[in-house]
């Protein structure tokens, strides 16, 4: 039966066929990952409305349809290593053009009309169900990674002239990075304290403490790799601007935030502040006439 639909449409709908089917095995992979019960069969159900999404696109397309391999195992390592929340909306992100295609089929067809309300209803489902420690600590990891950027950028950009001498620089840099972690975890500790459980509370001094510590060896590995304390600088600078686009848009997916404003605003206080700690650092070496 054609139903009607061009060839067109119908090469939209493999597509979207191909999507529900990969997608139905993603669910069930993701489903065995919950140790929430509850959590773990919402996803079985929708793993299993995917499969039956296949099911009905096959009616109008005709074709059995094999699951893309390569996206299973891509979201699956995904939701692995950044949790299943952001796993699972950058997947659903991908989704948009099925939906699209189902909501104007739906205005001619019933089939597609339920297809695209089931769809809509998932989201809904994953915002409420999923949680995940690492995003409830969200706060304290972006005070961590905040302070690291703009403490350490800035240190390390007024050492730069001041030292001219990349191990120097990396050796101030890192003590100046853990002592200033150390100190971060525990004023987010005795903060989060007054508002929080014990428990709690040092799991996010202990979010904020990775986070800093983890930012400060990627800032500083540039001046243990490069002897040009000029190019050390350069690469941390892009390092520090890779770290900010990267966490920001982690954020944006998984807590569903504009990644644009979060990311130039930033980039702009880290790289500000790096440009008057360049230029406080070179004032500095010249006015003390230090000569290392």
Do not use: C, W
Not at 18 to 38: A, D, V
């Amino acid at each position: 039966m054609s139903y009607g639909l061009d060839a067109h449409t119908i090469k939209s709908l493999k597509k979207a066929q191909k999507n529900e089917i990969t997608e139905h095995y993603i669910y069930l992979k993701l489903s065995s990952f919950k140790k929430n019960r509850q959590n773990s069969q919402i996803l079985q159900q929708i793993a299993q409305d995917e499969l039956y999404h296949h099911n009905a696109l096959k009616k109008f397309t005709g074709t059995d349809i094999k699951p893309n391999i390569f996206k299973i195992y891509f979201y699956t390592f995904i939701s692995v290593i950044f949790g299943i929340t952001f796993g699972i909306k950058l997947m659903e992100r991908g989704e948009r053009n099925s939906e699209k295609l189902y909501g104007e089929l739906g205005q001619k067809i019933e089939e597609f009309k339920k297809i695209a309300n089931e769809e809509d209803r998932h989201e809904k489902e994953l915002v409420g169900i999923i949680e995940e420690e690492r995003l409830q600590f969200v706060g304290s990891m972006v005070l961590g990674l905040n302070d690291a950027l703009v403490e350490l950028t800035g240190t390390l950009a007024g050492l730069t002239f001041a030292l001219k001498n990349t191990r120097l620089i990396a050796l101030s840099g890192l003590i100046t990075g853990i002592a200033a972690s150390l100190s971060m975890s525990a004023s987010e500790y005795l903060s989060a304290r007054t508002e929080q459980d014990s428990s709690r509370a040092l799991k996010s001094s202990i979010y904020t403490g990775v986070t800093y510590i983890i930012t400060v060896v990627f800032l500083v590995l540039p001046y243990l790799l490069f002897s040009n304390y000029v190019l050390s600088l350069a690469v941390t600078i892009i390092v520090a601007i890779i770290i900010i686009l990267v966490f920001n848009f982690y954020i944006s997916v998984a807590k569903d935030l504009s990644f644009g404003q979060r990311f130039f605003e930033m980039a702009g206080i880290s790289l500000g502040v790096a440009v008057i700690s360049f230029i406080i650092g070179y004032l500095v070496r010249l006015f003390l006439g230090v000569d290392i």
